[in-house]
């Protein structure tokens, strides 16, 4: 089978991440669809598997629920010509190398090197993002924060999960976690310090709901030592956690 059968998790985090933004009737549709697979879940090798893949893990560990339910949902859906399994390569694909931290991080570092394009960036951040090419799904608007010594942003979504998967990929789990959505808006500072961030009095913390519709993206603060280093090395630097606001960027300890 092909490669995004390896991927059974990934794509159920997709599933999962689509799953939230469908409508009920769809979403009803589609969680009957995994039910019915589940029901009837096939084995975890199956024999169109690449026989090299058993150097890969131990038979032994048994796959979660979730990934047998997903494989049990795309062999059916491939089989019922449904699904072309080229398009599940494809989405598979898109996420585990198209879109991720690493797009925030080319924005950051451009932001820190090029003052007309931060303001554009803190202007417009859908226009400005567009120019990298980092648009698409999830992506719909894009308000870019920026932190400075005296305002530390902090981005969450109340509702679900909403994120800027063009720049930062799928959320992480914490972010998509009742504590982490209904404390960031009640005890900011306080989830920042559990996270490892201790901020002074003296720094207002500002707290981004995002929606379906509007996504807010953290600009952060350009750390010390940093001012002979290329855009490329700076790029590197950028966390996923300090584009969500979570975390600051420490310093590095060399000028390199
Ligand atoms: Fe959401």
Avoid at 36 to 60: Q, V
Avoid at 104 to 122: E, M, Q, S
Avoid at 144 to 170: A, D
Avoid at 193 to 221: C, H, K, M, N, Q
Wanted: glycine content about 8%.
């Amino acid at each position: 089978m092909s490669s995004h059968a390896a991927s059974g998790v990934h794509l159920a985090t997709i599933i999962d991440e689509l799953g939230k933004h469908m409508s009920t009737s769809r979403g009803d549709s589609l969680s009957g669809v995994v039910t019915l697979a589940g029901a009837s879940a096939a084995p975890a090798t199956t024999p169109s598997e690449k026989p090299e893949h058993a150097a890969d893990h131990d038979h032994s560990d048994v796959p979660s629920d979730i990934a047998l339910r997903v494989k049990s949902l795309e062999s059916l859906l491939v089989e019922k010509g449904i699904v072309d399994p080229a398009a599940l390569d494809s989405l598979v694909d898109a996420f585990e190398n198209k879109v991720g931290p690493r797009n925030g991080a080319k924005v950051v570092a451009r932001a820190w090197v090029d003052p007309t394009y931060k303001k554009k960036l803190l202007a417009n951040g859908k226009a400005a993002i567009r120019e990298f090419g980092f648009t698409g799904w999830q992506g719909a608007d894009i308000v870019v924060v920026e932190n400075t010594p005296k305002v530390h942003n902090l981005i969450v979504c109340t509702l679900c999960s909403c994120y800027p998967w063009p720049l930062l990929g799928l959320p992480p789990t914490w972010y998509k976690s009742t504590a982490y959505r209904s404390r960031a808006v009640i005890d900011p500072r306080g989830v920042l310090r559990d996270l490892g961030t201790v901020l002074d009095d003296g720094i207002e913390v500002r707290v981004w709901d995002s929606t379906a519709e509007e996504r807010y993206f953290v600009l952060p603060e350009r750390p010390a030592n940093t001012a002979s280093m290329s855009e490329e090395a700076l790029a590197r630097l950028v966390t996923r956690d300090s584009m969500i606001g979570v975390r600051k960027i420490a310093a590095p300890t060399t000028g390199s």
